[in-house]
């Protein structure tokens, strides 16, 4: 098991930062050294789908990894970006990796996550299961890549935000037995970016393709909404959401936000009147597209982003 972090630990020493604005990962390496955690999943090569503003979403994935963007200055900040989909894909192209590469030219090495869909066929907590080993596998190698250990976050998409909100209030319960010496550290993230988020399994707003395949989980209704998870240690969060969302209703943020204030912890909430879902980073000019640029104000004021630059 040591043998196969210290492998690891080459790879990200090994990366070097591209200087193309467009450029793909510095390095990619699967999540898991040996046998994975649960079971299922379809068969065949992974599949890169075109559906309208998801174009470019990935499905059919068996081998769960992380692409790193390592910037050309890192400032020590990382975020491990989550791209959404309903749990039956993974919008990469339309979210994940433009998000990454905003990140990176920030100076924040940006981790975009591959993680197996239910809809797939995989167990209903498989996505819970590799995002907390990517956590873990982040901070447990901290050191190689150039990154504070306490300044690592999260920011997820539409089930996306909904894995994200997750491992933020429930990053402690191990989803899976302990694969080597990387899960002996927390996957709890430090902050988290929660974009038109899934939040709530609970009625009227379990109507979402997300709960669909989380409510073969357990206990679902109240282990798998992020607002009835929420503690006085849950790590700070950023919401943004449209009003107009058609798929997942502006109260999956409001909820957690009222159960951010009432455990008293630090959430910042940014509802915009139009949008829709889906938009990632946004279109210039729409109003939705301001959600970045409000993001990185308010992790500098936390102190998890220590640049100068404003910019969008």
Do not use: C
């Not at 050294?33 to 065949?44: D, E, F, N, Q």
């Not at 075109?50 to 470019?56: K, Q």
């Not at 390592?70 to 433009?98: C, E």
């Not at 429930?170 to 899976?176: E, P």
């Amino acid at each position: 098991m040591i043998r196969s972090l210290l492998a690891l630990l080459f790879l990200f020493a090994a990366a070097t930062p591209s200087a193309a604005a467009d450029r793909g990962p510095d390095q990619v390496f699967k999540l898991w050294p040996a046998a994975m955690p649960g079971s299922g999943g379809g068969t065949g090569p992974e599949k890169i789908g075109r559906e309208g503003s998801a174009t470019g979403a990935v499905s059919n994935v068996s081998t769960p990894r992380m692409e790193i963007y390592r910037p050309k200055k890192p400032n020590g900040a990382a975020v491990l970006v989550i791209g959404g989909g309903g749990y039956f894909r993974i919008q990469i192209s339309s979210a994940a990796v433009p998000t990454a590469r905003w990140l990176a030219a920030r100076g924040v090495t940006a981790v975009v996550l591959y993680y197996r869909l239910p809809g797939d066929g995989w167990n209903a907590d498989a996505p819970f299961q590799d995002g907390q080993r990517a956590m873990r596998l982040l901070r447990a190698n901290a050191e190689p890549l150039k990154i504070d250990p306490k300044r690592i976050g999260v920011i997820g998409f539409s089930a996306g935000g909904h894995l994200a909100g997750i491992l933020a209030t429930r990053g402690s319960h191990d989803f899976y037995a302990a694969a080597d010496i990387a899960d002996r550290v927390s996957a709890v993230p430090d902050f988290a970016g929660l974009i038109y988020p899934v939040i709530s399994m609970r009625a009227p707003i379990d109507t979402t393709r997300t709960a669909r395949y989380v409510s073969k989980l357990p206990d679902w209704r109240d282990a798998y909404s992020v607002e009835a998870q929420v503690t006085a240690s849950t790590p700070p969060i950023f919401l943004a959401h449209a009003i107009d969302d058609p798929i997942a209703a502006v109260a999956h943020s409001q909820r957690l936000a009222d159960a951010m204030e009432a455990a008293k912890r630090p959430v910042e909430m940014h509802l915009f009147q139009r949008g829709g879902h889906s938009w990632g980073l946004g279109k210039p000019g729409e109003p939705v597209a301001a959600w970045p640029r409000l993001f990185a104000s308010w992790a500098r004021a936390n102190g998890w982003l220590v640049t100068e630059s404003a910019e969008q």
